[in-house]
């Protein structure tokens, strides 16, 4: 019998739940079943492919072992390279032979360099099921530079993985990078070697990348394990969980977003329905939409990019607390059909925040996002800085730990910059060592000294301002437009009590449009310690 009326009993046989063919024989009559110690198609216990050895004796099979999505009768490329496992434990390779029905032996077993690596597109394959996990070891050294990602200003070598999933879900990629070697993660979607859809490089020596993205049943993708630098050994990890397009309601498809993992999703709104609109400069919607619950796992900037598909007229939109009626801190409806919207929004670890990809059509659309992380000196708020100059050098208002300096050397317009949620901030401070630079037209301050504050709201509600001082006649004023000059705006102003116990201004304000507080005295001679709370209710 020729290898291939042996694939087909091999065939039957594992259908009909037999661990092994029940006919003996063989071109050279001596009653051998197989290829000693080459490999056939068999069915595994969970329903999956894989292959069975033929014992050295070429008279019975070992179990089926190197399980894998895919059907035993779609067979194998001739003379292509594919992964198995060794007896060792370790990962060897096997090359299927002409008909496209078995394997030769198992080799390269126990390198210590790892296992199957490709230099080349279309890379070495590795099939997936949804809910499974898989590893790959290998190693760099010694291939060539094909492909610069990105992400990476240092060439290096570089490796290629063709992943096919067994079904819809989401794609986890992580490579560890052993001893001194600096990996780089890059996929390219469904084109292997072409534009970079994921692209991770944000550590260093040893270290590991990851990025996630969600994938079809059956699509191919390729991923490149890179390096910045000297090629060296890896492991790459690969997980696919469950499909995870739904998401049409609240609370949404859940999404872990960490820095330097980006969570790509490809989707589609015409399966869901129009429940939700957004607000402001993104109330024109109407159709049907989709939305993700993002939980970031650090403090910093998150960004959302959203590439409908063309005629797609797509509008994005970010709320934060509730995801059926909270307020919106973010959207993007900008460009017309077709066109890419951006939108980025300032977001605390372990809050969540739902991200709706809607609009005024349906259509199917990739989506973005990453976590950029925060830090003290970057000029942008994060929770519990009280301020952030943009510099981590203390005397200007603003410490060098973003906490706002009780007496700083100059506080006369443009302020000390300080930033106000619905958590109150308190402050303290004295004017006694100021000048006399501000003055209100109704409420007094002309000759006494002063000090100003630019507050930064955070949300968008009811500026409470509340000061105290039981050493001098207060005068609290705000402006808005500008600190000072003509383009300077009274919001308003209260000088109530003399020596009395507290001031309080109520005023509206709108997320990040700043506000100037002025604490004066009301006359010369008044001047001295306070206490001052703000707060956005």
């Known amino acids: 019998m020729t290898p291939l009326h042996w694939f087909l009993v091999a065939v039957l046989a594992a259908l009909a739940g037999c661990s092994e063919p029940t006919v003996i024989a063989s071109d050279d009559g001596l009653g051998k079943l197989c290829t000693p110690n080459n490999y056939v198609f068999c069915l595994c216990s969970e329903g999956l492919r894989g292959t069975k050895r033929c014992s050295t004796t070429g ?55 790892g296992g199957l690596v490709a230099n080349e597109c279309p890379g070495v394959t590795v099939t997936l099921a949804p809910g499974n996990q898989t590893t790959r070891s290998g190693n ?10 990105a992400c990476s200003a240092s060439p290096g070598p570089d490796a290629v993985y063709q992943v096919i999933p067994g079904g819809d879900g989401l794609l986890t990629a992580r490579v560890q990078g052993e001893g001194s070697f600096d990996p780089v993660l890059v996929s390219w979607g469904g084109t292997c070697g072409g534009a970079a859809v994921a692209c991770a490089d944000s550590s260093g020596s040893g270290s590991a990348e990851e990025f996630s993205f969600q994938v079809q049943g059956g699509s191919p993708v390729f991923l490149g394990v890179d390096s910045s630098g000297p090629g060296g050994a890896f492991t790459l990890s690969l997980e696919l969980s469950g499909a995870t ?26 399966t869901a329905g129009a429940d939700y609109k957004g607000a402001l400069s993104c109330e024109n919607t109407g159709g049907p939409d989709v939305v993700y619950a993002v939980q970031p796992t650090t403090s910093g900037r998150m960004t959302a990019r959203l590439l409908p598909q063309e005629g797609h007229d797509a509008v994005l939109y970010v709320r934060e607390a509730s995801c059926d009626s909270g307020p919106q801190i973010a959207c993007s409806d900008q460009e017309a059909e077709g066109g890419e919207e951006e939108l980025s929004a300032e977001v605390t670890a372990g809050k969540i925040y739902s ?17 950029s992380p925060s830090f003290c000196g970057d000029g942008k708020w994060t929770p519990p800085e009280q301020c952030d100059d943009g510099n981590n050098v203390g005397g200007d ?6 906490k706002v300096e009780q007496d700083p050397p100059s506080a006369t317009c443009p302020g000390v910059g300080v930033f106000v949620s619905e958590e109150p901030l308190l402050l303290s401070g004295s004017t006694d060592a100021y ?33 105290t001082s039981t050493s ?52 010369q001679g008044e001047e001295g310690v306070f206490a001052l709370s703000l707060s956005v209710l």
Not at 249 to 263: D, E, I, R
Not at 359 to 369: P, V
């Open 397 to 402: 208002g603003c410490s060098a730990q973003c």
């Open 435 to 467: 000048g006399d630079f501000e003055k209100h037209p109704t409420c007094g301050g002309a000759g006494a000294p002063d000090r100003v504050y630019r507050v930064i709201p955070k949300k968008s509600g009811t500026l409470r301002a509340r000061i």
């Open 59 to 113: 008279k019975s099979f070992g179990p089926c072992r190197n399980c894998e999505v895919g059907s035993i009768t779609d067979g194998c490329t001739p003379g292509q390279d594919y992964p198995c496992d060794c007896d060792d434990g370790t990962e060897g390779i096997y090359t299927c032979l002409e008909d496209g029905a078995s394997f030769d032996t198992c080799r390269n077993c126990g390198q210590s360099q």
């Open 355 to 371: 991200v709706f990809v809607d609009g005024l059509t349906a259509g199917d659309y990739q989506l973005s996002l990453e976590l």
């Open 140 to 149: 760099t050294g010694g291939l060539q530079d094909d492909f610069q990602p």
């Open 245 to 270: 397009q739904g998401g049409d309601t609240c609370p949404g498809v859940p999404v872990a977003l960490g820095p330097g993992s980006p969570a790509l999703f490809s989707g589609t709104t015409m």
């Open 472 to 523: 001098f006649d207060l005068v609290l004023y705000a402006r808005k437009g500008a600190c000072s000059g003509a383009s300077a705006k009274n919001l308003g102003c209260d000088d109530k009590v003399i020596n009395g116990p507290e001031i309080l201004l109520d005023l509206p304000v709108n997320k990040d449009e700043p506000v100037w507080l002025v604490v004066d005295g009301y006359k």
